[in-house]
Protein backbone atom coordinates (compact mmCIF):
# COMPACT_ATOMS: atom_id res chain seq x y z
CA UNK A 1 0.00 0.00 0.00
CA UNK A 2 1.37 3.29 -0.64
CA UNK A 3 1.92 6.00 1.84
CA UNK A 4 -0.64 8.78 1.41
CA UNK A 5 -0.08 12.73 1.64
CA UNK A 6 -0.33 14.29 4.21
CA UNK A 7 -3.53 16.50 5.02
CA UNK A 8 -2.67 20.12 5.82
CA UNK A 9 -3.97 23.60 5.42
CA UNK A 10 -2.96 27.05 6.05
CA UNK A 11 -4.73 29.10 8.56
CA UNK A 12 -4.28 32.48 8.47
CA UNK A 13 -6.26 35.97 9.38
CA UNK A 14 -5.40 39.71 9.84
CA UNK A 15 -7.02 42.28 12.52
CA UNK A 16 -6.60 45.29 13.47
CA UNK A 17 -6.17 46.57 17.34
CA UNK A 18 -5.31 49.73 18.57
CA UNK A 19 -3.58 51.07 15.44
CA UNK A 20 -1.49 47.95 14.79
CA UNK A 21 -2.04 45.46 12.33
CA UNK A 22 -1.45 41.27 12.85
CA UNK A 23 -1.56 38.88 11.06
CA UNK A 24 -1.42 35.37 12.12
CA UNK A 25 -0.64 32.22 10.12
CA UNK A 26 -0.04 28.68 10.76
CA UNK A 27 0.46 25.29 8.63
CA UNK A 28 -2.23 23.17 10.30
CA UNK A 29 -1.33 18.96 10.62
CA UNK A 30 -4.85 17.66 10.13
CA UNK A 31 -3.92 14.54 10.41
CA UNK A 32 -2.19 14.94 13.90
CA UNK A 33 -5.68 17.04 14.84
CA UNK A 34 -7.76 14.14 13.73
CA UNK A 35 -5.56 11.25 15.42
CA UNK A 36 -5.06 13.58 18.48
CA UNK A 37 -8.41 14.60 19.21
CA UNK A 38 -11.30 12.67 16.54
CA UNK A 39 -12.26 16.10 15.02
CA UNK A 40 -11.32 19.95 14.32
CA UNK A 41 -12.38 22.56 16.79
CA UNK A 42 -12.07 26.27 15.05
CA UNK A 43 -11.33 27.70 18.81
CA UNK A 44 -7.86 25.08 18.88
CA UNK A 45 -7.26 27.11 15.45
CA UNK A 46 -7.91 30.41 17.19
CA UNK A 47 -5.65 29.02 19.87
CA UNK A 48 -2.53 28.15 17.25
CA UNK A 49 -3.20 30.99 15.36
CA UNK A 50 -2.73 33.28 18.83
CA UNK A 51 0.70 31.19 19.89
CA UNK A 52 2.04 31.89 16.49
CA UNK A 53 2.11 35.73 17.75
CA UNK A 54 2.99 34.99 20.99
CA UNK A 55 -0.56 35.78 22.30
CA UNK A 56 -2.39 34.17 25.09
CA UNK A 57 -6.32 34.32 25.60
CA UNK A 58 -6.18 36.97 28.18
CA UNK A 59 -5.49 39.97 26.27
CA UNK A 60 -7.93 42.04 24.76
CA UNK A 61 -6.04 41.10 20.95
CA UNK A 62 -7.48 37.37 21.12
CA UNK A 63 -10.68 38.48 22.06
CA UNK A 64 -10.75 41.18 18.60
CA UNK A 65 -9.20 38.28 16.95
CA UNK A 66 -12.01 36.27 17.64
CA UNK A 67 -14.06 38.27 15.78
CA UNK A 68 -12.34 37.08 12.69
CA UNK A 69 -12.97 34.56 10.26
CA UNK A 70 -9.90 32.14 9.34
CA UNK A 71 -8.92 32.00 5.62
CA UNK A 72 -8.02 29.28 4.84
CA UNK A 73 -5.47 28.08 1.65
CA UNK A 74 -2.72 25.96 0.62
CA UNK A 75 -4.67 22.82 1.03
CA UNK A 76 -3.07 19.26 0.71
CA UNK A 77 -3.93 15.78 0.75
CA UNK A 78 -7.38 15.05 0.99
CA UNK A 79 -8.17 18.76 2.44
CA UNK A 80 -7.57 19.85 -1.09
CA UNK A 81 -11.36 18.72 -1.74
CA UNK A 82 -12.76 20.64 1.17
CA UNK A 83 -11.09 24.53 1.25
CA UNK A 84 -12.91 26.60 -1.61
CA UNK A 85 -13.26 30.44 -1.12
CA UNK A 86 -10.81 30.84 1.83
CA UNK A 87 -13.37 28.34 3.95
CA UNK A 88 -12.85 24.70 4.96
CA UNK A 89 -15.69 22.56 4.76
CA UNK A 90 -15.31 21.03 8.43
CA UNK A 91 -17.80 18.37 8.96
CA UNK A 92 -17.01 16.93 5.43
CA UNK A 93 -13.27 16.64 5.76
CA UNK A 94 -13.97 14.76 9.15
CA UNK A 95 -16.21 12.40 8.12
CA UNK A 96 -13.98 12.08 4.23
CA UNK A 97 -11.25 11.69 6.68
CA UNK A 98 -12.61 8.69 9.13
CA UNK A 99 -14.05 7.29 5.92
CA UNK A 100 -10.28 7.21 4.54
CA UNK A 101 -8.95 6.01 7.54
CA UNK A 102 -10.71 3.19 7.97
CA UNK A 103 -10.15 2.63 4.07
CA UNK A 104 -6.85 1.87 4.87
CA UNK A 105 -7.02 0.01 7.76
CA UNK A 106 -9.21 -2.82 5.58
CA UNK A 107 -7.01 -2.13 2.82
CA UNK A 108 -4.13 -3.51 5.30
CA UNK A 109 -5.97 -6.55 6.25
CA UNK A 110 -7.00 -7.25 2.54
CA UNK A 111 -3.29 -7.18 1.94
CA UNK A 112 -1.93 -9.14 5.03
CA UNK A 113 -4.69 -11.91 4.36
CA UNK A 114 -5.16 -12.03 1.01
CA UNK A 115 -2.66 -11.06 -0.46
CA UNK A 116 -4.41 -7.91 -2.18
CA UNK A 117 -2.34 -5.22 -3.34
CA UNK A 118 -6.15 -2.78 -4.36
CA UNK A 119 -8.91 -3.62 -2.85
CA UNK A 120 -10.83 -1.27 -4.83
CA UNK A 121 -10.56 -3.70 -8.21
CA UNK A 122 -12.36 -6.23 -5.78
CA UNK A 123 -15.75 -4.13 -4.91
CA UNK A 124 -17.59 -7.27 -3.25
CA UNK A 125 -15.32 -7.96 -0.95
CA UNK A 126 -13.98 -4.35 -0.25
CA UNK A 127 -17.92 -3.73 0.63
CA UNK A 128 -18.21 -6.91 2.79
CA UNK A 129 -14.93 -6.00 4.77
CA UNK A 130 -15.96 -2.69 5.30
CA UNK A 131 -19.17 -3.56 6.40
CA UNK A 132 -17.14 -6.74 8.88
CA UNK A 133 -14.79 -3.49 10.18
CA UNK A 134 -17.64 -1.33 10.94
CA UNK A 135 -19.87 -3.47 12.60
CA UNK A 136 -16.44 -4.85 15.16
CA UNK A 137 -16.31 -1.17 15.99
CA UNK A 138 -19.80 -0.83 16.67
CA UNK A 139 -19.95 -3.36 18.53
CA UNK A 140 -16.90 -2.88 20.66
CA UNK A 141 -18.79 0.47 21.37
CA UNK A 142 -21.59 -1.53 22.70
CA UNK A 143 -19.42 -3.87 24.68
CA UNK A 144 -17.86 -0.84 26.19
CA UNK A 145 -21.24 0.95 27.16
CA UNK A 146 -21.97 -2.41 29.18
CA UNK A 147 -21.79 -2.04 32.73
CA UNK A 148 -18.85 -4.33 34.49
CA UNK A 149 -20.44 -6.88 37.33
CA UNK A 150 -17.81 -6.23 39.93
CA UNK A 151 -19.40 -8.91 41.62
CA UNK A 152 -18.41 -11.41 39.55
CA UNK A 153 -13.97 -10.94 40.00
Known amino acids: MTQSTK ?21 VDLDALMQKQGTINPSDLYDMLAASIAMDAYRHEYD ?17 QFVADGGLDFDAFIEAW ?9 QC ?11 TQHK ?7 ESYRAGCKHAVQTRKKPVNSDRF
Open 7 to 27: NSVTASLQFDFRGQRFSPSVD
Open 64 to 80: VMLMEDIVFSRPSGLAC
Open 109 to 119: IAEKHLGIEDL
Open 124 to 130: HLEQALL
Open 98 to 106: QQQRIRRAV
